[in-house]
């Protein structure tokens, strides 16, 4: 599976899809799929790292076309590195993985040589090598670097490393809602878990639908229309309807479309369990008409997702800077399709989660620079806590780098990008 996301850009959350996902991992019990999941994340997660630190213990370069041989080091490692996992078991399993793969039978040996050592000296290359060493790919790091500067880059880059929070969007009462559940109120609005391990549809609120699990960032582009009550609103790439919820909840008209039939049946699912409903529509986005134009547009564009590698760690390597490129040229063609969908003066909301700012800045200024819209500036003062988010221009850029850790609560949101126009032609 390493080597599906690594070599082939294979999507990790397809593999591990309980329904259609790969057939070894349908076949465990959910204990052994949770261990396998843990150790994807964590070599996912670290694995220039790992690459780095085993390469140190390696007299000679492995041999050219060794993958499978780098995977199943890659594999052991993040068990022996980061993983509550007893080094022996670890070492063991990848000696006998090695032994009866004939790619790999002859470096047996070697595995069992580098990876004992690994676990006698893993403390020193942890605070050496591992401590150097961006853990995450050269590429994406000196993407960063370019655009946040050196230390706010690296500052994102271990930010990755910590898992996501649960993060939910309430209708009302958020602070009765964080007390109940044990959770704080973040500067979003959205109420954050502390640390939880179980089934979020067994909550309080869940079967009610009070609440719904959302992304502390990802609730921000919908909450920058204000009230809807009276006005007719567009979700454009709208499943799994979080946004479409929010859109609902301030009193839109709303209409969710999306080109995926199934994805269109998961959102009606979810509105239904929070009592809302939308006009459901399956449509391709690009070539969407209407007869009556609308008051408001949320384009939550396709994108690389980079923001989200808390979550899907596989991103940085199923993605590069060619499909950064490639989905930055759709978002601008998408976003200035969406401005004919709204009437002269509307409003459209731009967003994704990149954090690439080709698929976000730069696509704004090249739209605004056209005459096609304006941009209405966001204000700080109606974002206290989240300051350091609104730009100079008056956008939104979040970074999984900004919202402080909290006593038993995790800091951290996605990497977000958001921007208000409005339609001047």
């Known amino acids: 599976m390493l080597a599906a996301v690594v070599d082939r850009k294979t999507s990790l959350d397809g593999m591990l899809d309980a329904t259609n996902g790969n ?30 630190m085993v390469g140190s213990l390696l007299e000679t370069p492995l041999p050219e076309g060794a993958r499978t041989l780098e995977h199943v080091l890659a594999i052991a490692a993040a068990q022996i590195l980061y993983l509550d996992i007893p080094d022996h078991s670890a070492v063991d399993l990848a000696v006998e993985q090695a032994r009866t793969d004939p790619r790999t039978k002859r470096f047996a040996n070697l595995v ?30 000196e993407r960063l670097v370019a655009t946040y500067g050196k230390d706010h880059a690296n500052e994102i880059a271990e930010a990755l490393l910590t898992p996501a929070a649960i993060d939910l969007t309430v209708k009302s009462d958020a602070e009765g809602w ?50 809807l009550a009276g006005k007719r609103v567009i979700d454009l790439c709208a499943a799994p309807g979080g946004k479409t919820a929010q859109l609902v909840l301030a009193g839109g008209e709303v209409t969710a479309l999306d080109q995926s039939r199934s994805r269109l049946k998961r959102l009606e699912r979810n509105l239904a369990r929070l009592g809302f409903s939308a006009d459901a ?41 060619e499909d950064i490129a490639k989905l930055a040229a759709l978002q601008e063609r998408l976003l200035r ?64 780098a900004m919202i402080a850790p909290e006593g038993e609560f995790s800091g951290g949101l996605d990497g977000f990008y958001a921007v208000v126009l409005r339609r001047t032609v």
Request: proline residues 7%; contains cysteine.
């Open 23 to 52: 057939p070894a991992y349908r076949a465990l019990n959910e204990a052994d799929r949770a261990l396998v999941r843990a150790i994807l994340n964590s070599a996912l997660r670290q694995l220039p790292r790992i690459q780095a």
């Open 112 to 141: 069992n040589a580098v990876l004992r050592r690994l676990s006698r000296e893993k403390h020193d290359l942890l605070a050496t090598v591992g401590s150097t060493i961006p853990a995450i790919p050269a590429w994406f790091h």
């Open 337 to 400: 399709h969406a401005l004919t969908l709204v009437k002269p003066g509307g409003i459209v909301v731009f967003s994704n989660c990149s954090l690439d700012w080709s698929e976000g800045e730069d696509v704004a200024k090249s739209v605004v620079d056209s005459g096609l819209c304006e941009r209405i500036a966001i204000q700080e003062s109606d974002w206290p806590g989240l300051e350091e988010a609104v730009t100079p221009l008056g956008e939104f850029r979040t970074t999984p």
């Open 178 to 227: 964080a007390s109940r559940l044990n959770g704080r109120v973040l500067p979003t609005g959205s109420v954050r878990l502390a640390s939880f391990v179980g089934s979020v549809p067994s909550l309080s609120g869940f079967e009610d639908g009070e609440w719904w699990v959302q992304d502390a960032a990802a609730s921000l582009p919908a909450r920058l229309f204000g009230p």
């Open 281 to 321: 529509l399956e449509a391709d986005m690009g070539k969407f008409t209407t007869g009556e134009l609308f008051d408001a547009a949320l384009l939550d564009a396709p994108c690389s997702s980079t923001g989200t590698i808390r979550r899907h760690p596989d991103v940085l390597w199923t993605k590069g800077p």
